[in-house]
């Protein structure tokens, strides 16, 4: 499925998420410059509208809206690797990752080509996120590639009932780490979690999904720099909080989340 991020040849390394967040801004007019800028390496541009519920407070009570908030989306020629542009944020997503460094690069590219046309300005917050899926090979334990403590537990008293989630949270000064460990027995509706599946899907994901067996273990690292005010947009800050920061943390969280069998066979 790809390197994981700590580098190894043979990890398993199922889908990638960098995202950046700032002020609402109206890319109407513009997305077509910015697509310009990025259609050798994104060629295929769509429009689509996002239904959002909204509840406005009057003197009069609380009243349901629904407004339509437009995204753009670009894919890669192969479509293993995509952007999406939303009024308030940009992500870049693939299933086809191959390293840290080259995925920074594209990240760049695609932000330093929105902020041309449209000088973001000032940021909210940052994002990087992993999703490893582990699958059974042959006759080997599953369990046995995840450290004790993540591994997947009967109940007491529910007989034959299984855990099936394990999460801890990390909070360093404005950087957090949600490290989360899924266990799947049988066929899922989702096989990313179910936030990041609508995104997922707008992939060519048949090279994850078809390969992904059950049972089956994920270990999804999302790491988010939400610092107290809002920071100058700076390309250069922006790749180094990324990869010294947030690709560090979720690649370590990783290599602590799996045991050394693993960890010889991925390398």
């Not at 990890?11 to 002020?23: D, K």
């Not at 239904?51 to 809206?65: A, D, W």
């Not at 997503?93 to 590219?109: G, Q, R």
Request: proline share 4%; glycine share 4%.
């Amino acid at each position: 499925m790809g390197r994981a991020q700590s580098g190894w040849s043979n990890a398993p390394l199922a889908y990638v998420v960098a995202m950046i967040r700032f002020g609402r801004i109206s890319f109407s007019e513009d997305i077509l410059d910015i697509h310009e800028a990025l259609r050798h390496s994104f060629p295929q541009l769509e429009e689509l509208s996002t239904e959002v519920h909204q509840m406005s407070v009057t003197p009069e009570g609380v009243t349901p809206s629904k407004i339509n908030v437009p995204e753009w989306i670009m894919t890669s020629p192969n479509r293993k690797t995509g952007v999406l542009v939303r009024e308030d944020a940009v992500f870049v997503h693939t299933v086809d990752y191959s390293d840290s460094a080259s995925f920074m690069e594209t990240f760049s590219k695609v932000i330093n080509a929105v902020n041309k046309s449209v000088d973001i300005g000032h940021y909210l917050m940052l994002g990087l996120r992993y999703i490893d899926i582990i699958q059974q090979v042959e006759d080997k334990d599953l369990q046995g590639y995840v450290k004790p403590q993540l591994r997947q537990m009967s109940i007491a008293g529910e007989g034959e009932k299984q855990t099936t989630l394990i999460q801890m949270t990390v909070q360093s000064e404005n950087i957090m780490l949600n490290s989360r460990c899924f266990h799947l027995d049988e066929l899922p509706e989702f096989i990313v979690p179910v936030e990041l599946d609508s995104l997922f899907k707008k992939l060519n994901t048949k090279d994850v999904s078809g390969r992904v067996g059950y049972p089956a273990i994920v270990l999804d690292n999302d790491c988010i720099y939400n610092p107290d005010e809002m920071k100058v947009f700076n390309e250069g800050d922006i790749r180094s909080m990324l990869e010294n920061e947030l690709h560090r943390r979720a690649s370590n969280a990783f290599k602590n989340a799996i045991t050394e069998e693993a960890r010889i066979e991925w390398q």
